[in-house]
């Protein structure tokens, strides 16, 4: 059986991890290949990584952090922020990422889900969702959750299930930021809707929300940055809380 | 000499981090001389499965692979192209291990099926020697290969199927050991030190 994934998320800037990084014992704190090290030898599953550098440079730069990365670890991550085409992804897989994760690039051109997931396999491609509650409707939002769009969350979970993907990572706009845990009414409703595997991301404040998570929203994977980065909640000991309760994790 | 196949199709990359990691020399190509002179060949694969059967034809490597008597390692993609055939794309493999390759039902498991699953190995093997048994390994996968005489290891994602796959001097692996930590690096040391 498939055990369930804790996955830390690194957002980099310039090659460099940014927000919230309060390591100890680092030689460089912001050194997104040494944290990646880290983690990896604290058990987290997988890794994802999301470039916010906002520059002409940045794709060039990018593939140099993914290799340097691909070279550190052994173990699978996402690359994801302001991926474009195909030939971004190319790049991204050869230089050694195992998936990219896309977001505002689909929704200007869902297709893109299609021919990547053809050309790299599905389970090369993510597709980054964030929803945010307005009016008692969930509604998707693109550019790093600056804009809102026409789109209804769970018909577009549904529609990029259908285009090709291989996994949702879904944040959760109302919950992100707050630690008072994932959105488990809507996380329970996408998996029921789907049958790909769900990522949570948005909320994780606990351990016991990792649990409530796993046990309540039937989701594949658990996403969380500051939490980890401030080292508020170690990687080993979540695993060792949600094997103690049952959850099938490898540790 | 290891070789590293690179025929278009593969996350070379990755494997042959690990390979480096490992301390082994290694070559990446496509060219049949070279893999003529390799002692040992890594068979990586990553993608659609008639893709990547073309690119082994525009290789001129369909064949070769056959016949090749040296030990070689297919990796996930890889592993599924030895088959004899595959429901990815409708192709036949290279007819190594004579089993069909086929899709998980999405009524039954979610597909893909990606992440950490373990995998139980027959004794006596050499790909799994000092490796604990069910441990976890990373897997990315749609397509299967069923349980069969040849299989070495099996995993359950709701049904059994082949994690690894041996005949004469072919192996084949379903997870990315390349991926799958100090486990995963065991197992293609294992390969180049004793299969």
């Not at chain 1, 794709?59 to 971004?88: C, H, Y």
């Not at chain 1, 509604?139 to 018909?155: D, H, Q, R």
């Not at chain 2, 004579?98 to 899709?103: G, M």
């Not at chain 2, 897997?139 to 049904?159: C, G, K, M, W």
Request: glycine share 8%.
């Amino acid at each position: 059986m498939l055990s369930k994934r804790i996955i830390p998320c690194l957002d980099v800037k310039n090659n460099r991890v940014v927000k919230g990084i309060n390591f100890i014992n680092l030689r460089d704190a912001g050194s997104a290949v040494e944290l990646a090290e880290v983690y990896s030898n604290e058990g987290a599953d997988e890794l994802v990584f999301l470039d916010i550098t906002a520059s002409i440079e940045k794709r060039k730069t990018l593939v140099e952090l993914v290799k340097d990365i691909a070279s550190a670890i052994q173990i699978p991550f996402t690359v994801g922020g302001g991926i474009r085409n195909l030939k971004d992804i190319e790049n991204l897989l050869k230089a050694g990422a195992d998936k990219v994760s896309l977001n505002s690039s689909i929704v200007t051109d869902p297709q893109l889900i299609t021919s990547s997931s053809k050309q790299f396999g599905s389970q090369a491609i993510v597709a980054a969702i964030d929803i945010k509650q307005i009016n008692n409707s969930y509604k998707v939002f693109v550019k790093g959750g600056t804009e809102e769009t026409a789109l209804e969350g769970l018909p577009w979970c549904k529609k990029v299930e259908e285009l090709g993907a291989g996994e949702i990572l879904l944040t959760s706009m109302d919950k992100d930021g707050t630690k008072s845990g994932f959105d488990i009414p809507f996380l329970s409703l996408l998996t029921s809707n789907v049958n790909i595997p769900v990522i949570a991301s948005g909320g994780a404040g606990s351990m016991q929300h990792f649990l409530d998570c796993f046990n309540n929203a039937n989701v594949d994977a658990c996403l969380a940055a500051t939490l980890f980065h401030f080292g508020e909640i170690k990687i080993k000991e979540l695993k060792n809380y949600l094997q103690q309760n049952k959850i099938h994790v490898r540790v | 000499m290891i070789a590293i196949i690179d025929y278009g199709a593969g996350n070379v990359a990755s494997v042959a981090n690990a390979v480096t990691r490992l301390g082994f020399s290694f070559i990446i190509t496509s060219d049949i001389h070279e893999l003529v002179k390799a002692e040992k060949i890594i068979f990586p694969g990553v993608g659609e499965a008639s893709f990547a059967v073309n690119r082994l034809h525009d290789n001129n490597l369909f064949g070769f692979l056959r016949e090749i008597k040296k030990p070689m390692l297919g990796i996930c993609l890889g592993m599924q192209l030895m088959c004899d055939h595959s429901d990815e794309g409708n192709v036949n493999g290279l007819g190594i291990f004579p089993l069909s390759v086929v899709r998980f039902k999405s009524s039954e498991t979610k597909v893909p099926h990606i992440g950490w699953n373990t995998v139980h190995y027959k004794p006596a093997n050499k790909l799994f020697k000092d490796i604990k048994q069910d441990e976890f390994f990373y897997f990315a996968n749609s397509y299967y290969a069923p349980v069969d005489q040849l299989t070495t290891s099996v995993t359950e994602n709701r049904i059994s199927f082949s994690a690894s796959l041996e005949k004469e001097n072919y192996f084949g692996v379903q997870f990315h050991p390349e991926k799958s930590s100090v486990s995963g690096l065991k197992v293609l040391s294992n390969f180049i030190n004793y299969c």
